[in-house]
């Protein structure tokens, strides 16, 4: 069973929105609260770049491509990480996927997001 499982990905045209989910397995609520949880994405060809980070008490970071337009949350009981994208454009797309921010827990499988013009 994979530790990270990311979900609500689709094809959508541009000027659109999705909201992303990653639930999480494994993780005792000190453990999932502590860290500072991460969506990444990685458009094809491209590297992995980070889109967004969230940890407790503190505001959260979002890449300058992004800033205004996604909203990265967590829900504790769920052990999990949200990822709502407004106003999507074709540079948007790629796979989604969500880690700490130290990358240490073993990838998943993403979530792919396909934006149209």
């Known amino acids: 069973q994979r530790q990270l499982v990311e979900s609500g990905g689709g094809s959508v045209q541009a000027g659109g929105s999705l909201k992303l989910s990653c639930r999480t397995s494994r993780i005792i609520l000190s453990t999932f609260t502590g860290a500072v949880w991460a969506w990444y994405r990685q458009a094809p060809g491209q590297q992995r770049e980070l889109v967004a980070t969230?940890?407790?008490?503190?505001?959260?970071y979002y890449a300058d491509a992004v800033k205004g337009r996604f909203t990265i949350s967590t829900d504790n009981i769920k052990r999990s990480i949200y990822l709502q994208m407004n106003s999507l454009k074709p540079d948007d797309t790629a796979i989604y996927y969500c880690n700490r921010d130290d990358q240490e827990l073993p990838w998943g499988q993403g979530t792919q997001v396909t934006v149209s013009s």
């Open positions: 969230i940890t407790g008490g503190r505001p959260a």
